[in-house]
């Protein structure tokens, strides 16, 4: 049974994790942190992590950035493996995150969905094929109306893993109300739409002369997150110290 911390226990995420992992008979919290605890979960809750004695084979960290320095303190101190689910971090806090990797195994993607990450190795071998065949590619991401950055991370991220096979070789567009000339071959036109309570859909759109492939993903709820950390605690207990993401999850 693999045993984990869950930072930021009584958080939505938090919360969908704990009753994700309620019925997993393969993981159990052993222990959450959350300044706020009403008495709701099963397991002891420390208002920070450095109160927490409990050991465990990895943290889950659903917080907010400003916990992040002292997890990854806690982390380093114990060589305990990280699944870093915050979003938001500076750049300060990235570099922390390298450092705790040489430490012990911290686990970051721009987004935890397993199947977000399919997506991403699917995209470079369809790079390799369709781009040099001439196809125009194209991102439409959707989100609900509350969302305050666009275009989204998991954009930027399928952009980036096309963009990877072709030598980064291809220039982002994210406007082109401002332009009257002919679409240049190599880029990527990436648009943000924000509406409704959208959880999260992205298309990538391939298209040629006479025919259109698209890869479509639609998360229906913020478990496909949760899903995916369970997932990721159970593959970082036991790894050695590094830097790892949802690609080393899936294979």
């Not at 679409?183 to 990538?204: F, L, N, W, Y």
């Amino acid at each position: 049974m693999i045993k984990v911390i869950m930072h930021g226990c009584n958080g939505k995420m938090g919360q969908m994790i704990t009753g994700l992992v309620a019925a997993d008979d393969e993981i159990e919290i052993a222990a959450g942190v959350d300044t706020f605890d009403d008495g709701r979960n099963a397991y002891p809750v420390f208002k920070s992590i450095e109160l927490c004695p409990t050991e465990a084979d990895a943290v889950i960290d659903f917080s907010n950035a400003a916990a992040v320095d002292g997890l990854l303190d806690y982390c380093m101190e114990r060589k305990m493996p990280c699944v870093l689910c915050t979003t938001g971090l500076s750049e300060q806090q990235l570099q922390k995150a390298k450092e705790a990797s040489a430490v012990t195994a911290v686990l970051k993607s721009a987004n935890m969905s397993l199947g977000i990450n399919m997506l991403l190795k699917l995209l470079k071998e369809a790079a390799q094929i369709l781009a040099p065949a001439g196809f125009d590619m194209e991102i439409l991401e959707k989100h609900h109306n509350l969302k305050l950055d666009a275009p989204s991370g998991t954009a930027l991220a399928l952009a980036d893993s096309i963009n990877e096979e072709l030598n980064n070789e291809y220039e982002y567009v994210y406007d082109r109300s401002g332009r009257r000339s002919r679409r240049p071959k190599k880029e990527i036109g990436i648009s943000a739409v924000r509406g409704g309570t959208i959880v999260g859909d992205h298309d990538v759109i391939f298209a040629g002369a006479d025919e259109v492939v698209t890869f479509s993903h639609t998360a229906y709820s913020k478990a496909v997150f949760g899903k995916g950390a369970i997932q990721a605690a159970k593959f970082l207990a036991g790894k050695p110290a590094g830097m790892y993401d949802m690609s080393d999850v899936i294979g």
